[in-house]
């Protein structure tokens, strides 16, 4: 079954401890992005990637890190979270970056930062 | 002005009316439009896409287009109580790199 899986759904964590949250795809596509969603904001995207090795900051990187070693992988870093992290995420990927690709959505990982 | 705007809602409309959902957005050089349903504590998933002025028809669902006012409109015809969810309009930019979302318009289907 073709889908984007993001571990883990629910996270509550103190202030300044490391977290990873993974998302994979085994859709083979190109294109990989991170989202949060907060209410009345929408999804507002934080980090993309185009390809291996190429990642680039959206409208809210602050705070956040990402990597792209494989195609399949692309996990979300939060060095030092803060109480403001506090969000639903959601990774998304696409066939391409072009502009008529649908994007597809993981499950959305619900964190907390106390 | 926000790059995507939608107006929030929530709207309440009656089983089997006609639900019109609103989206405007700012960046003239978009060429796509997407609109994707959330169901509460859910992910988006993707019901219409547009590319060209005029209306696109799928099912009950119409996606209008008007690129001279930035205007994309989501028609739910015969509306059903499972219709309610969130509706979020998303434009690519130009070139394609980055979407943006709006915040989304609630819709209630009143059985």
């Known amino acids: 079954e073709a889908q984007v899986t993001q571990n883990p759904r629910y996270l509550i964590t103190v202030t300044g401890k490391k977290l990873t949250v993974t998302c994979s795809q085994n859709?083979?596509?190109?294109?990989m992005s991170w989202y949060r969603q907060d209410p009345g904001l929408g999804l507002r995207q934080i980090y993309y990637?185009?390809?291996?090795?190429?990642?680039d900051k959206g409208d809210v990187p602050e705070g956040y890190k990402v990597s792209r070693k494989e195609k399949r992988n692309f996990p979300l870093i939060l060095e030092s979270p803060s109480p403001n992290q506090t969000s639903l995420y959601f990774c998304?990927?696409?066939?391409?970056?072009?502009?008529?690709?649908?994007?597809?959505f993981g499950q959305g990982t619900r964190l907390t930062v106390v | 002005q926000k790059e995507v705007e939608q107006n929030s809602g929530p709207l309440s409309v009656p089983e089997g009316a006609i639900a019109s959902l609103n989206c405007t957005y700012s960046d003239r050089g978009s060429q796509s439009f997407f609109w994707y349903r959330q169901y509460s504590g859910k992910s988006p998933e993707l019901i219409m896409s547009?590319?060209?002025?005029g209306d696109k028809e799928d099912g009950r669902f119409t996606a209008q287009l008007n690129k001279a006012s930035q205007y994309v409109s989501l028609l739910i015809r015969d509306s059903q109580p499972s219709d309610s969810a969130t509706y979020l309009c998303a434009v690519p930019n130009t070139g394609g790199f980055k979407t943006i979302f709006g915040a989304g318009t609630r819709l209630f289907v009143k059985a």
């Open positions: 990637s185009m390809n291996v090795e190429v990642t």
């Open positions: 859709m083979n596509h190109e294109y």
């Open positions: 547009i590319y060209s002025n």
């Open positions: 998304a990927s696409s066939l391409s970056q072009g502009i008529r690709t649908e994007a597809f």
